[in-house]
T-cell receptor, first 115, second 109 residues
């Protein structure tokens, strides 16, 4: 089946620093990638939709200057959490929509802890 | 009001029980519907798609009622391994995917 990877799987950073999370579709091309955030015991919340070669579309309440998304190719999207704060600590999951078959596949997630 | 609402749970059932999950969605323009399963600290995995004609896969049956904007999932003969959080998922135009808050299921021996 289609595989989506995320790197890193876990990251601990200090408040005020920036963290980059990569999302890759390993064996398929993804026209669209999505970034979600999940706080403990809560559901996944869509943060932004990213289309290759164009600007990401952010959901209401998500700061685009804080969560920078780059979708440079059909297999890679990155999310950079800038000037991270402890309240940004969360589980970040990406998903990629298969270019041909239209199915959406999820990455394993990245657990971010900001101290 | 949330766009996708589910039973709050948790559901605690014995092995072999039948359990039903309910979900409603508010956006009548929603296009596709799914049930996902999420194990603790893992990413969600697609369980099954949901169609108006109903969809059955082994012990799992999903149903969609567009007129009522209601989605259901039935698990028969539940197993210990069915313990997880079940997420109702709705896709809007542009492939935006909205997740319900999930219903936690505990199946006990």
């Amino acid at each position: 089946g289609a595989v989506v990877s995320q790197h890193p799987s876990r990251v601990i950073c200090k408040s005020g620093t920036s963290v980059k999370i990569e999302c890759r579709s390993l064996d398929f091309q993804a026209t669209t990638m999505f970034w979600y955030r999940q706080f403990p015991k809560q559901s996944l919340m869509l943060m932004a939709t990213s289309n290759e070669g164009s600007k990401a579309t952010y959901e209401q309440g998500v700061e685009k200057d804080k969560f920078l998304i780059n979708h440079a190719s059909l297999t890679l999207s990155t999310l950079t959490v800038t000037s991270a704060h402890p309240e940004d600590s969360s589980f970040y999951i990406c998903s990629a929509r298969h270019r041909e078959i239209g199915e959406q596949y999820f990455g394993p997630g990245t657990r971010l802890t900001v101290t | 009001r949330k766009e996708v609402e589910q039973d709050p749970g948790p559901f605690n059932v014995p092995e072999g029980a039948t359990v039903a999950f309910n979900c409603t969605y508010s956006n009548s323009a929603s296009q596709s519907f799914f049930w996902y399963r999420q194990d603790c600290r893992k990413e969600p995995k697609l369980l099954m798609s949901v169609y108006s004609s109903g969809n059955e896969d082994g012990r799992f049956t999903a149903q969609l009622n567009r007129a009522s904007q209601y989605i259901s999932l039935l698990i028969r003969d539940s197993k210990l391994s069915d313990s997880a959080t079940y997420l109702c998922v709705v896709t809007r135009r542009g492939f935006k995917t909205i997740f319900g808050a999930g219903t936690r299921l505990f199946v006990k021996a």
